[in-house]
């Protein structure tokens, strides 16, 4: 899709062949040629002074479509017999938007051998209805079934908004949904609220984390966006009342082209990481890989998981599994314990959202003082160790 051209107003003045940043407007004699490479920006539409330009409509449709979506949808992650907590998170962020709104919140819940415990798992917290669709098919993730699905179900109820988990299975396969309806999607949104003429506010941090972008998508529907697991606090709805509507797939629904030939489950390290209460992160002040085994001794002893920035990730120090921070994981223990990190943005908006936050480092300036509850001020090499030594002493352990 490009930028179209109105040939009867353009006069080929060559003003946008100057302003498109991708190089995609050619002048030639009588006419000017748009490539492939337009990224549909925008800014020769607003440079052109004939009004020669425009761009294609995108999405469902004018106005009058829009109009006949309503609702506010989670997608409910279920991965073998249990709901993902960011399915918890989403919903209680959706009654939020849904209150707002004035319209339901509704789950929709994939998978097979679905009882009614997940259902009304959902409803307890804000679902007004969970729309299931059960099949021996969807036991397990497939993306472009379980997008088939999505997209037969907003084509028939058209939700206005539709949330779903930035996690490995909503990252691949809700852009396709995006897609198929041709609407707009926001990834790894931190926020998302309702603006006065009702239109959904998604906001993400934007240009490396320097700046928090709030996006909205007015002329298509439902209005989608991904959100990264622990950003949103869950919060039942106790005695919240709901349906369920079993929805039959229909064959042409479940048909696909992936074949999965083993499933294996996530590495228990990474999954300890999102689900811990206590995190040690390290960062490239722990010189070598070998000592990350002082952050793993004294996680065992907190019961806790090893986190790191990307810096100690682009050392080859530790897993990338193990990153918080926006291109890592985001994460909001109770504890977060900040080791040799300098605490750069990217970091911090993957563990801002942490209770405590306990920063060691030797140099009083580092960023990570800003965000810390407590900051200890030492050489990580003599803390570390000493801490690790007292902790075990308080509990009459031999160290
Ligand atoms: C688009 C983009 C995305 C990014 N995404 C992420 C991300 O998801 N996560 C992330 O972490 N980073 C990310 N980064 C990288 C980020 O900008 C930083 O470069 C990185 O976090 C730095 O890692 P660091 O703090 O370990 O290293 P450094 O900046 O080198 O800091 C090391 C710190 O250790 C301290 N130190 C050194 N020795 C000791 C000692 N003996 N005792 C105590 N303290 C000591 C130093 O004082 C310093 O503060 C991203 C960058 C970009 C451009």
Known sequence: MKAIVDRKKCTVCGVCTDVCPMGAIS????????????SLCGMCVDTCEFGALSLPQVGTGPAADIAAYSGVWVFAE???????????????????????????????????????????????????????VDHPELAGFRDDTYANILVELIRRKRPEILLAGATSIGRSFIPRVAASVRTGLTADCTDLDISEDGLLLQTR?????????????PNSRPQMATVRPKVMKPVPVPGHKGSVELVTAPEEWLRSRVEV????????????????????????????????????????????????????VEEGWIAPSHQVGQTGRTVAPILYMAVGLAGAIQHVVGMQGSRIIVAVNRDPQAPIFDVASFGVVADLFEFVPEFIKRIRTERGESS
């Open 261 to 312: 030939l083993e499933v294996i489950p996530e590495a228990d390290k990474t999954a300890k990481l999102t689900e811990a209460d206590v995190i040690v992160s390290g960062g490239r002040g722990l010189r070598k890989p070998e000592n990350f085994k002082l952050l793993e001794d004294l996680a065992g002893l907190l019961n806790g998981a090893v986190g790191a920035s990307r810096g100690a």
């Open 205 to 217: 941090p934007a240009f490396g984390g320097n700046v928090m972008a709030t996006i909205v998508c």
């Open 78 to 132: 279920w991965r073998s017999g249990t709901i993902h907590k960011v399915s918890h998170e989403l919903l209680s962020a959706g009654r939020v938007l849904a209150n707002k709104r004035g319209v339901p919140l509704a789950a929709v819940l994939l998978g097979h051998r679905l009882d009614d415990a997940i259902s009304e798992e959902l409803i307890s917290y804000g679902a007004d209805v969970v729309y299931v």
């Open 27 to 38: 002048l030639k004699e009588t006419e000017i040629e748009i490539s492939d490479d337009c």
